[in-house]
């Protein structure tokens, strides 16, 4: 079993910065062998893919919306992700969730956090 408490959110102004972090309750080998996301959901709107790191850190793949702005990464000696998050807009303003994931002999591992609020505003 993953447990991941998400953190680090609450109110910006437009331009500001914030840095997210995810904690996973697992031990520090398991961790490393899930690829990790952050993903967020505005009111209204379907839960979308924000940024993901592979298992070693490695790869790190970004949407479109928020390339050159947010940064995500992992420590996996501390079992925990990050987000920076800079030069924030208010189009930003959503739950942000983590996830764990891994597929390891056929079977598929899947965790999320509770979501932690983000709120761009002025």
């Known amino acids: 079993q993953v447990q991941l408490v998400e953190s680090g959110g609450g109110l910006v102004q437009p331009g500001g910065s914030l840095r997210l972090a995810c904690a996973c309750a697992?031990?520090?080998?398991?961790?490393?062998?899930?690829?990790m996301s952050w993903y967020r959901q505005a009111p209204g709107k379907e839960r979308e893919l924000v940024a993901r790191?592979?298992?070693?850190?490695?790869?790190?793949n970004y949407a479109d919306f928020v390339k050159g702005r947010f940064t995500i990464s992992r420590d996996n000696a501390k079992s925990t992700m990050y987000l920076q998050m800079n030069s924030l807009k208010p189009e930003d303003t959503a739950v942000y969730y983590c996830?764990?994931?891994?597929?390891?002999?056929?079977?598929?591992?899947?965790?999320w956090g509770q979501g932690t609020q983000v709120t761009v505003s002025s």
């Open positions: 996830q764990a994931y891994r597929f390891v002999g056929g079977k598929e591992y899947n965790y």
């Open positions: 790191i592979s298992n070693t850190g490695d790869t790190r």
């Open positions: 697992a031990s520090r080998f398991t961790f490393s062998t899930y690829v």
